[in-house]
């Protein structure tokens, strides 16, 4: 019998990004239905969903921030980036914000050092940070027409 433990792998992996993206994390329900509808077994499904930092297992606001707190942007201030993020939103680490607009999550380097210190919202990078522009951006979110829709990107 031919294995293709690698293959079933990367297949489960893809499967569930693509149900994290519909919904934002992973319900035990969605796993169930994955295991189901894959035959893949429900300890192999949990077992891949929470080897992976990727895969979330709570809920998430309707904006996800992720502060790097990698070397260049730590050396650079990320610590002030953190508080400025930490007490305009008053929210505290993988948590989300009481108008459900955010969750806000530390990590480590988003690939983009020569921005130090950066942070993603959704998909647009911010970089170069002081506490005045991260203010800024988070307030320019708070203020979209549409809720969750990121606003032009700022320099
Ligand atoms: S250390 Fe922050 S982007 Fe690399």
């Keep these: ?54 895969f979330r297992d709570k809920p998430i606001g309707k904006n996800l921030i992720l502060l790097c707190q990698g070397t260049a942007c730590h050396v650079n201030g990320s610590a002030e980036i953190e508080a400025a993020i930490r007490e305009h939103l008053k929210v505290e680490e993988g948590e989300i914000t009481a108008d459900g607009l955010f969750t806000y999550n530390n990590v480590a380097c988003l690939g983009c050092c020569s921005l130090a210190p950066a942070m993603m919202i959704g998909d647009k990078t911010y970089g170069k940070l002081t506490r005045e522009s991260t203010v800024k951006i988070l307030d320019e979110y708070v203020g979209c027409a549409v809720p969750g829709a990121p606003p032009p990107e700022v320099d």
């Design 1 to 54: 019998m031919n294995c293709n433990c690698n293959n079933n792998n990367e297949n489960l992996i893809a499967i569930l990004q693509k149900a994290q993206e519909e919904s934002g994390w992973l319900s035990r329900e969605t796993l169930e239905r994955i295991a189901e509808e894959t035959g893949i077994t429900l300890a192999k499904v949990i077992g891949v969903a929470t080897f992976y930092a990727q």
